[in-house]
């Protein structure tokens, strides 16, 4: 049975539309053929613009070859400035918002070929406060955030890529919600020039997609690095298994997951170890929640100075907390940011990649908001290149993964690492499926 061609993967569209075996008019068609089907009720995308997409993929089917993104359309999350669609951030200060520039990880995919075919939903400037996005697996739950529309909008076949951005766990909390692969780059690797600063020390750009072969697609442009694009592994990989302290809130699908990759990944040859908890790294995500807040208040300080009635009561919320946290602690928090990360990039000497939870378990009920990033702060604080790799679903039908973590500026090899990982354990779920296939699609 052949398959829609908006269901296909970014790194064979890629193919195809090289091959000119597929043209870009057809596959923007089919995309929006699928927001049209459900954006009613996704509700993935806060600006979309049908008719300059299928004229730029008109004008690209016309030239040569642009680069390796030659014809993808993609989705951009509304947190990145855009010369053509408006940004609003989330927020309704910004309402009206018309960015002279492109942001520069979209100027980068613009200049490979790629094709931006709209705006996804941000919660309000990357925080807590959740938009109208559902889950495309269950539109009960949350798709997560704060990436909630481009995780969701690749989930359910809108786009085969969106860009999206982690300050604590926004990319691989909507990644594991929503069952696709999510990819957060080591810290600085991708340009943050014209995305809305939350927190200096953490924001990260990266994106989704259904595959890891997919994200290393796009990651080798937004971070021009070709080796990204060589997944091949020969070795068995050293694995870490870390729990982390937050283990108790873990819920058992996620203790399954967590149980089930360790003994796959043991047949299949791997080394796997417990990594042991280090009791100090109980303080971490509370320190990461006081960068984070600190830097906030520091970086919407127009907004919390001068908008304060347009902000949404839990930001301010943030942003008053952030306020009262002094520049001396700030500075003694981020020395103790950096203690810890000296310690955690020393178990690279004994593993390759370490394996920890993605969440707590499944997605939760849309109306009690996004999820909580707990498993993810420690790993944005240390920068470290993260992957949600989708293999497992808990008992609401809805999907669970883990989180695989990597040796910082290692991400070419955290990568191919990854795909030797999640072939290993899809192969041991279902041998005949793939992640994109794993739940049913409305």
């Not at 300050?167 to 691989?172: K, P």
């Not at 694995?239 to 809130?249: A, D, E, F, K």
Request: hydrophobic share 40%; proline share 7%.
């Amino acid at each position: 049975m052949s398959t829609a061609l908006n269901r296909l993967g970014a790194l064979e569209a890629a193919r195809k539309l090289q091959r000119r075996e597929l043209t870009a008019v057809q596959l923007v068609r089919a995309c929006f053929a699928r927001i049209e089907q459900r954006e009613n009720t996704i509700h993935a995308w806060t600006a979309l613009q049908k008719q300059a997409a299928l004229d730029h993929a008109e004008a690209l089917d016309r030239s040569p070859l642009r680069g390796p993104l030659h014809g993808l359309p993609i989705g951009v999350k509304d947190l990145f400035d855009t010369v053509d669609l408006p940004t609003r951030y989330g927020s309704p200060i910004y309402e009206r918002h018309h960015p002279g520039l492109d942001a520069a990880a979209v100027a980068l995919c613009r200049h490979a070929g790629a094709i931006v075919i709209g705006k996804t939903v941000t919660t309000e400037f990357a925080t807590y406060q959740a938009g109208p996005t559902r889950n495309p697996r269950n539109e009960a739950y949350t798709p997560g955030g704060s990436s909630s529309g481009s995780a969701a909008a690749v989930a359910d076949d809108m786009v085969p890529f969106a860009l999206g951005s982690q300050t604590a766990g926004s990319i691989i909390r909507p990644a594991s919600y929503c069952g696709i692969v999510g990819y957060k780059p080591t810290f600085g690797a991708i340009p943050r020039a014209g995305v809305k600063s939350l927190a200096e020390s953490l924001d990260t750009v990266g994106g989704f997609a259904r595959s890891v072969p997919d994200v290393a697609l796009f990651a080798s442009v937004l971070m021009r690095d070709p080796r990204l694009l060589n997944l091949s592994y020969d070795a068995k990989p050293r694995i870490g298994m870390y729990r982390s302290l937050q283990w108790r809130h873990a819920q058992s699908e996620t203790k399954e997951a967590f149980a089930q990759a360790a003994a796959t990944l043991s047949r299949a040859g791997a080394h796997v170890e417990e990594v042991p908890l280090p009791p100090e790294h109980c303080m971490l995500v509370q320190l990461h929640a006081d960068i984070m807040a600190f830097e906030s208040s520091q970086s919407l300080a127009y907004e919390r100075l001068e908008h304060a009635a347009q902000l949404s009561p839990k930001i301010q919320a943030i942003l008053e907390a952030g306020a009262q946290i002094s520049a001396e602690e700030h500075i003694k928090n981020l020395a103790r940011a950096a203690e810890s990360r000296a310690r955690v990039d020393g178990w690279f000497d004994k593993y390759d990649v370490l394996l920890a939870p993605a969440a707590s378990g499944e997605a939760p009920f849309a109306d009690l908001g996004t999820g909580d990033p707990q498993f993810s702060r420690a790993w944005t604080l240390f920068g470290l290149p993260c992957l949600n790799l989708p293999f497992a679903t808990g008992p609401q039908g809805l999907p669970v993964g883990l989180q695989l973590i990597g040796k910082r500026y290692d991400d070419h090899r955290t990568v191919a690492i990854a795909a030797w990982i999640h072939e290993r354990l899809l192969a041991a779920r279902e041998p005949d499926i793939g992640a994109s296939d794993m739940w049913p699609r409305g």
